[in-house]
């Protein structure tokens, strides 16, 4: 892919609010949405996106489970598409233990 600047964007209020919208508009009845998402764009203006709908992120500072329970309350998916991973968040959330 040559040459690159890998550059994360934090801290934009209307890039957030889009990001939020458009995890409710990928939304699979039963099946849920993405946990996170990779867009690149290169210096020539293509783009790319792929998003993981099975694993857990890999955060700099792990939110509080609480966050994990609250997400599948809002995304709901059948057992058969709850990773084990969020099994044990949600878990850890209903025994009042926070990371």
Do not use: C
């Not at 099946?31 to 293509?46: D, I, L, P, Q, Y």
């Not at 998003?51 to 992120?57: G, H, I, L």
């Not at 500072?61 to 058969?80: H, N």
């Amino acid at each position: 892919m040559g040459n690159g600047i890998e550059q994360s964007i934090r801290g934009d209020r209307e890039l957030s609010d889009a990001i939020g919208e458009l995890r409710q508009l990928m939304y699979r009845d039963g099946a849920g949405t993405w946990f996170s998402a990779r867009f690149t764009v290169t210096a020539e203006g293509k783009a790319d996106a792929s998003y993981n709908y099975d694993d857990e992120p890999g955060w700099d500072f792990p939110p509080d489970p609480q966050i994990y329970a609250t997400d599948l309350q809002a995304f709901p998916r059948d057992d058969a598409h709850v990773p084990e991973w969020l099994r044990q968040k949600v878990r850890d959330h209903e025994a009042g233990k926070t990371e």
